[in-house]
C-alpha cells in the first residue's frame, strides 16, 4: 500500500463519519459518540497526514504552497472543531457547525485527491511512497 491508499482509506472513513453525524438530532447519544469519533479522526488523521505526508513535501518547490494550503485547511478544521465542541450538542447552530465543517472536510479531501495527490506522485518514488504509508499507518494505529 502506498501513502496515497492510506491516506484515501481514511478519507472514506471520514466522509462516512461526517455523513452519520450530520444526520443526528439533538442532545443523543448517537450524536454525541458519533462526533467523538469524528473529531478523533479529523485529528488524529491531520497530525499523521502532515507529519507523514505535507513535511516531506514542503520542502520541494512544486509542492510548497500546496503542503501549506493543507495544513492551513487543518487549522481551520481545528477552528471549527473547537466551535462545534463549545455548543450545546441540542443547539440548532451545533448541527449547523458539524455541516460547515463537513463542507470543509469535503473540499479538503476533494481537494487532495484530485489535485494534490496527482503532484505529489511526481515528487515520491515508489519506496518512498511505501514508507511513508508505513510510517503513516503506524502514527494512525498509535494515536486513534
Known amino acids: 500500500m502506498n501513502i496515497f491508499e492510506a491516506i484515501r482509506k481514511d478519507h472514506d472513513k471520514q466522509r462516512e463519519l461526517c455523513r452519520l453525524v450530520t444526520s ?3 442532545e443523543s447519544k448517537g450524536r454525541k459518540e458519533m462526533w467523538e469519533s469524528l473529531k478523533n479522526e479529523l485529528q488524529v488523521h491531520a497530525m499523521a497526514e ?4 505535507y513535511k516531506p513535501l514542503i520542502s520541494n518547490d512544486m509542492m510548497q504552497e500546496h503542503a501549506r494550503h493543507g495544513i492551513a485547511e487543518h487549522h481551520e478544521m481545528d477552528e471549527l472543531i473547537a466551535k ?3 455548543t450545546d450538542l441540542d443547539s440548532p447552530a451545533w448541527l449547523t457547525y458539524a455541516k460547515q ?3 470543509k472536510v469535503e473540499h479538503h479531501l476533494e481537494d487532495e485527491e484530485h489535485t494534490f495527490f496527482q503532484l505529489a506522485g511526481k515528487v515520491f518514488s515508489e519506496t ?3 514508507d511513508l504509508a508505513t510510517d503513516y499507518k503506524k502514527s494512525m494505529k498509535e494515536n486513534r
Open 24 to 26: 443526528t438530532s439533538g
Open 50 to 53: 502532515e507529519r507523514h505526508f
Open 84 to 86: 462545534i465542541d463549545d
Open 101 to 103: 465543517l463537513c463542507e
Open 128 to 130: 518512498q511512497k511505501e
